[in-house]
């Protein structure tokens, strides 16, 4: 009986956590201000539907997403956890190659996907012209 109790209070209280975090988003200042998507447009709501466990939902809204989590969880294991216990386990070498090629995916990431959703306006703008 405490075990039901429980679960229904731990979805519950996701599901007020999710109702939360979507009546509170940060508005992008930049497309407040030209009207235009910047790069970083549908994080949020993509963190959103992640958390739902919709992951198509959220590889469309934000394909980036997912390796920017996991390059940032890579950071902060890098930072704080330094797991040099033996040169097999080190995370990066001095030269930090591995972090640089990691920025570089997932920026080519944004910039693709970025790319990719201004020329879809594009076209829709110049069929409709």
């Known amino acids: 009986m405490l075990l039901k109790v429980s679960l229904i209070q ?3 209280s996701r599901l007020v956590f999710i109702n939360w975090l979507q009546n509170h988003l940060i508005p992008c200042p930049f497309k407040y201000l030209t009207g235009i998507d910047c790069p970083g447009c549908g994080f949020q709501r993509s963190v959103i539907a992640l958390i739902r466990g919709d ?3 959220s590889l469309a809204l934000y394909p980036a997403t997912i390796p920017l989590i996991l390059l940032s969880v890579y950071l902060v294991i890098d930072k704080f956890l330094k797991l ?3 040169k097999f386990l080190k995370l990066d070498n001095s030269k930090s190659i591995v972090k640089k090629t990691l920025f570089m995916f997932v920026g080519g990431i944004i910039l693709v996907s970025y790319f990719i959703k201004m020329w879809s306006i594009y076209e829709h ?3 409709s012209a």
């Open 10 to 12: 731990i979805f519950c």
């Open 125 to 127: 703008y110049k069929a």
């Open 84 to 86: 040099d216990i033996d």
């Open 55 to 57: 992951l198509y939902k």
